[in-house]
Nanobody, 123 residues
Framework: QVQLTESGGGSVQAGGSLRLSCTASKYTTTSNCMGWFRQAPGKERERVATIYTRRGGTLYADSVKGRFSISHDTARTTAYLQMDALKPEETDTYYC????????????????WGRGTKVTVSS
């Protein structure tokens, strides 16, 4: 079992930036895909970004391309989500996830979920 712990959420004005971090309790050879989802009450869950930690391949939702950037550390146990030019409609709880390469390939759901970190963007 892998525990994922998010940090870095908070409040920011529209157009501002936040950087989220996600630390996994351990590295596993089978879970090479880390990413972020977001969801607000009454809204559908949205896959925001993923990164294949073995080779660094990334995938972004169209809504965040050019503004968000996902990365990971060399130990491949921490993922980051740099969020720039934030919009009020992006006020959500952001969840860190981890899964197999098939998750990065959009074939599976993630295996592990964090508890989420709240992001509030004010206009």
């Amino acid at each position: 079992q892998v525990q994922l712990t998010e940090s870095g959420g908070g409040s920011v004005q529209a157009g501002g930036s936040l950087r989220l971090s996600c630390t996994a309790s351990k590295y596993t050879t089978t879970s090479n895909c880390m990413g972020w989802f977001r969801q607000a009450p009454g809204k559908e869950r949205e896959r925001v970004a993923t990164i294949y930690t073995r080779r660094g391949g990334t995938l972004y939702a169209d809504s965040v391309k050019g503004r968000f950037s996902i990365s990971h550390d060399t130990a491949r146990t921490t993922a980051y989500l740099q969020m720039d030019a934030l919009k009020p409609e992006e006020t959500d709880t952001y969840y860190c996830v981890e899964g197999t390469p098939e998750f990065c390939a959009l074939k599976h759901d993630p295996t592990f979920w964090g508890r989420g970190t709240k992001v509030t963007v004010s206009s």
